[in-house]
């Protein structure tokens, strides 16, 4: 069985400072792993993903996150957080040996940007 | 990436009554859809696989006749909740996914808040 975990369902940074969410996950197989954003009342928008090859991932937004195998972790990262980063964040995993399956998500975590 | 509609973006309706929310793929010919239920400040759950010509795949916990599916095209999915109650407002998301060979990305709708009065 494959679960997400994000530490902290509340991350708050100044604007301008470093935005770290950190995501870890358990599964049996090399998942694929997913970072969504999502603003109220919205869907989801894809950030990032990794699914083979280069572990430094670069997304849209200024966004990256990094997959570490021997950490089962994919934490996303932004130099210089802005006002308008403001939302929540989810991590994914898709178990990546089977067919078309559903993604699983972790609980995600409200980023909030401080003047 | 393919574009994913869905509709309506928010409804509200009397307790006992239906509700269909629908899932378009603009561009892609999607022969998996898969419906999530977001409660407020949780995460997304997966309720149920929805497959072109074929019964849907239901997860867990989700009853399948209160949650009627029907992908009758390659480009569109019906989410019908039945019999509604209050407890089952919710933000509903559908999205489609490529399988093995179609890659991995997921393409979500806009989601549909539903509220059960």
């Known amino acids: 069985a494959q679960s997400v975990t994000q530490l902290g369902s509340h991350v708050s940074v100044s604007e301008g400072a470093l935005v770290l969410l950190r995501c870890n996950y358990s599964?049996?197989?090399?998942?694929?792993l997913f970072w969504y954003v999502q603003y109220p009342n919205q869907g989801l928008q894809l950030l990032l993903k990794y699914t083979t090859g280069a572990t430094l991932v670069k997304g849209i937004n200024g966004f990256e996150a990094e997959f570490k195998k021997s950490e089962t972790s994919f934490h996303l990262t932004k130099p210089s957080a802005h006002m308008s980063d403001a939302a929540e964040y989810f991590c994914?995993?898709?178990?990546?040996?089977?067919?078309?399956?559903?993604?699983?998500f972790g609980k995600g975590t409200h980023l909030i940007i401080q003047p | 990436g393919a574009v994913v509609s869905q509709h309506p973006s928010w409804v509200i309706c009397k307790s006992g009554t239906s509700v269909k929310i629908e899932c378009r793929s603009l561009?892609?010919?999607?022969?998996?859809m898969f419906w999530y239920r977001q409660f407020p400040k949780q995460s997304l759950m997966l309720m149920a696989t929805s497959n072109e010509g074929s019964k849907a795949t239901y997860e867990q916990g989700v009853e399948k006749d209160k949650f009627l599916i029907n992908h009758a095209s390659l480009t569109l999915s019906t989410l019908t909740v039945t019999s509604a109650h209050p407890e089952d407002s919710s933000f509903y998301i559908c999205?489609?996914?490529?399988?093995?060979?179609?890659?991995?990305?997921?393409?979500f709708g806009q989601g549909t808040r539903l509220t059960v009065v």
């Open positions: 999205s489609l996914q490529g399988g093995r060979g179609f890659g991995t990305e997921a393409f």
């Open positions: 599964s049996s197989v090399p998942p694929y």
């Open positions: 561009d892609f010919q999607a022969t998996t």
């Open positions: 994914a995993v898709l178990y990546s040996g089977g067919g078309a399956d559903g993604l699983t």
